[in-house]
Each structure stands twice: as structure tokens, then as C-alpha cells.
């Protein structure tokens, strides 16, 4: 009873030409359909995270500004009520001055688990990693001066466990 269906991405933003495209894909994937949407003149909004390389990220953004495309990334965790607050208080001066700071985020990913795949973009910090670097940044609103991780990585190659220190203006922070 489904109206329509396409075999692809392509034919459907050929087909439907939708006010906006919501890229739910797997990491690996986000790029390939950065690009298609871009190519069709459709704004996205895409999960985390958003591509998988610097390098990739300056294209999109690139190609979107070129084509007056509207990208945007999935980063919803900004939004939550506890965290709005925290933000809230800190601007404020509520909480005093903002010296030290640590954000700790983490699941356990049994044998089979997507986030162990290397091929489809796994990594602890491609998938939640970036929650806590986007909670702890957007909390801490101060120029990032230095950065250093240590990494545990899986016999596949991708990052099971991370540890970053950050240094910024004034504080320094442990994701």
C-alpha cells in the first residue's frame, strides 16, 4: 500500500522534489548523499556525523555555498532542556567561571555492533563521541587553542574507547 517507491536516491529527488531531505544513512553513505542533494538544489539536514573527513566537509559546505544549498548536521543534543539550562547559567554567571570542565559519554557495543564496522563509518567517536565534543564546545563557548587524544582501537582498526583533552582560552576540558 506504498503510494510510491524509487530505486534510488537519485530518482527520488528527481521524482518527488522535496522541500528538504533528511539523511538518516549510515556514516560511510553521508557524503555520497551530501552531494546528491546538493546536485538537486534540496536543503539536508543530516545525522551525526555529518562526513567522515575534513576533507569531505569543506567540499559539501563548498558545493552547497556555490549551489545556495542549505546543509546543516542532526545535532540535536543542544536542544535538550539540561542542557539549554546549563548554557543558560553559565552565560549568566551563575555557576562563576568556567576553568575545568569533562563530559563523559559511552555504551557498551557487543560483537556485531555497527559502530565495531569500519566499513560503514564505526568508531566511538564518529558516532557518539561528537555528542560530547558538541555538548562540552557549545557549553564552554571559548576559542579551542590546543587538542590531544589517546585512542584505543579495535584489531579492525576503529576507535573503541577516546580520551581528549582540550585546551581552550580559559579552561581545560576532558571528553
Not at 553559565?90 to 567561571?97: A, L, P, S, T, V
Not at 555538548?135 to 576559542?143: A, C, D, E, N
Request: charged share 25%.
Amino acid at each position: 500500500q506504498i503510494p510510491a517507491w524509487y530505486p534510488g536516491y537519485r530518482e527520488m529527488l528527481e521524482q518527488e522534489r522535496p522541500d528538504a531531505v533528511y539523511i538518516a544513512t549510515t556514516h560511510n553513505f553521508h557524503y555520497e548523499n551530501l552531494l546528491l542533494c546538493i546536485e538537486h538544489r534540496v536543503p539536508a539536514l543530516c545525522e551525526k556525523c555529518l562526513v567522515l573527513t575534513a576533507a569531505q566537509a569543506r567540499d559539501v559546505f563548498a558545493k552547497a555555498r556555490e549551489q545556495d544549498v542549505f546543509l546543516t548536521d542532526a545535532m540535536w543534543s543542544r536542544f535538550l532542556p539540561g542542557h539549554r539550562q546549563a548554557a543558560r547559567w553559565i552565560e549568566q554567571g551563575e555557576i562563576g567561571e568556567i576553568r575545568s570542565a569533562g563530559y563523559e559519554i559511552g555504551f557498551l557495543a557487543g560483537e556485531g555492533h555497527r559502530v565495531l564496522d569500519p566499513a560503514i563509518g564505526g568508531g566511538a567517536l564518529y558516532d557518539i563521541g561528537v555528542y560530547a565534543i558538541e555538548g562540552l564546545t557549545g557549553l564552554i563557548r571559548q576559542p579551542l587553542l590546543r587538542s590531544s587524544s589517546l585512542l584505543r582501537r579495535s584489531p579492525e582498526g576503529v576507535d573503541l574507547t577516546a580520551h581528549l583533552m582540550l585546551e581552550f582560552d580559559e579552561c581545560i576540558a576532558s571528553i
